[in-house]
């Protein structure tokens, strides 16, 4: 493995562990985004969490090639974690979409949450035709829009950045009302980056 991809793991998971560590005590008074009393959206985000976490781990197996190569079933045990936690995670995502307030972040939920399923529906459609090259190519850009849990967060530092900028660093909603709206777009900054990456470095033509 390259060591680019080790950097991508540390980092990501470095990223994730501070995020998801106070869901794993299964307390709705520890969640990190306001909570509606007696309703299901804490259950919701939850499991969302829990099943995202389980397709980033997952994927990040999928990719190795030892394993791709030497243990296949291993490679196609990891694959079906990976599928059926993107699928349950992306559809429990959808209905969180009606506890936001702002309809920026809201899309970007939704938007994420539709593409994730897509792409990785037709990666697995992919391997059961046999086609092993698209199969590759969607799994890669599936797990790329796994990995704008990490990307919307890592951009974060630079739309605060950003942002002050384009209001000539004065801040006229203050620091709170600055965060506030770099969070309620990070979603889609994240899915934005992530996308071009993935078409760009990724899955560009190689010279001959």
């Not at 781990?57 to 599928?83: D, K, N, S, T």
């Not at 506890?99 to 938007?111: E, L, S, V, W």
């Not at 391997?127 to 967060?153: K, N, P, Q």
């Not at 006229?172 to 309620?184: H, I, Q, S």
Request: charged share 15%.
């Amino acid at each position: 493995m390259k060591k680019s991809w080790w950097l991508l793991v540390i980092v990501s998971l470095g990223v994730i562990a501070p995020f998801a560590a106070p869901y794993l005590t299964f307390d709705a008074a520890n969640s990190r985004v306001n909570v509606a009393q007696g309703s299901m959206q804490f259950p919701l985000l939850l499991a969302h969490i829990l099943f995202a976490l389980a397709a980033l781990l997952a994927g990040f197996v999928q990719f190795i090639p030892r394993i791709r190569e030497e243990r296949p079933r291993m490679h196609r045990l990891c694959g079906r974690i990976y599928v059926v936690s993107v699928i349950v995670s992306a559809l429990l995502a959808l209905p969180l979409v009606g506890y936001m307030d702002n309809f920026a972040k809201a899309t970007g939920f939704a938007a994420l949450a539709l593409i994730w399923l897509f792409t990785t529906w037709k990666g697995y459609r992919a391997a059961i035709r046999r086609d092993y090259a698209a199969h590759r190519a969607w799994m890669i850009r599936s797990f790329g829009i796994t990995l704008v849990a990490v990307s919307g967060r890592l951009l974060v530092p630079v739309l605060l950045l950003t942002y002050a900028a384009q209001h000539g660093f004065s801040l006229p909603a203050g620091r709170e009302g600055m965060v506030e709206d770099v969070l309620n777009v990070n979603i889609w900054a994240g899915l934005i980056v992530n996308m071009m990456i993935v078409e760009w470095a990724v899955l560009k033509p190689k010279r001959t």
